[in-house]
């Protein structure tokens, strides 16, 4: 799985709508990740500065090629929904 992202765009209060290209299973679908800046601080031990983001977003695996499964009883046992959360702490270089 990997995500290029196209733009960012500031929506308030800390949060952003980042967009970009998600790239799953061999296709390559535009997504729309909800992030919010979780704010900036420094590393007391290392002096570099630490800088925090969490995103998520909804697909359909359907929409990325990945449509097997299994029923039990007429009854799907894998959902469509794929829930995707991402949080990251990324430490600022000079």
Do not use: C
Not at 5 to 19: D, H, L
Not at 32 to 53: C, E, F
Not at 81 to 94: F, K, T
């Amino acid at each position: 799985m990997t995500f290029a992202s196209t733009a960012v765009k500031y929506i308030g209060n800390n949060r952003f709508i980042i967009g970009g290209d998600l790239s799953l299973h061999g296709v390559t679908r535009p997504v729309q990740l909800r992030s919010l800046y979780t704010g900036t601080n420094k590393d007391m031990l290392t002096d570099a500065w630490r800088i925090g983001l969490r995103s998520h977003t909804v697909i359909d695996r359907r929409d990325f090629g990945m449509t097997y499964n299994q029923s039990r009883a007429e009854t799907l046992l894998i959902g469509n929904e794929v829930y995707i959360d991402i949080i990251i702490e990324a430490i600022l270089m000079e």
